[in-house]
């Protein structure tokens, strides 16, 4: 059974920077495309960014290009999602997701029956 464990969330001010951690158990990573989704209180849960199966098909939403990055280390069994000039928008409860059918791309039109982790949360507040 896939687990995930999210960890790096955090209070920053900002233009702060913070990277988030998801490890994973379980699996054959190389079968599972992996993606941070957010959600922030009455909004719904949306992508933030995914990578493929290979690691190299990647996909960011509008609001964080250029200022997140995501990637996977497959001899770890680990994913990280670093986030540089954060602003207040980016408050949210981040979501480490797995999903064994979705590539990177499709996971735009919504995850899954996939495998999500317990969420760490990022505040974003001067």
């Known amino acids: 059974q896939v687990q995930l464990v999210e960890s790096g969330g955090g209070v920053v001010q900002p233009g702060a920077s913070l990277v988030l951690s998801c490890a994973a158990s379980?699996?054959?990573?190389?079968?599972?495309?992996m993606a941070w989704f957010r959600q922030s209180p009455g909004k719904a849960r949306e992508l933030v960014a995914s990578v493929g199966r290979g690691g190299h098909a990647i996909f960011y939403a509008t609001p964080v290009k250029g200022r997140f990055t995501i990637s996977r280390d497959f001899a770890k069994n680990t994913g990280t999602l670093q986030l540089t000039n954060l602003e207040t928008d980016d408050t949210a409860t981040y979501y480490c997701?797995?999903?064994?059918?979705?590539?990177?791309?499709?996971?735009?039109?919504?995850?899954?029956?996939?495998?999500w982790g317990q969420g760490t949360q990022v505040t974003v507040s001067s």
């Open positions: 379980g699996w054959d990573s190389k079968t599972y495309a």
């Open positions: 997701y797995a999903d064994p059918v979705k590539t990177a791309m499709a996971l735009q039109r919504g995850p899954s029956l996939g495998t």
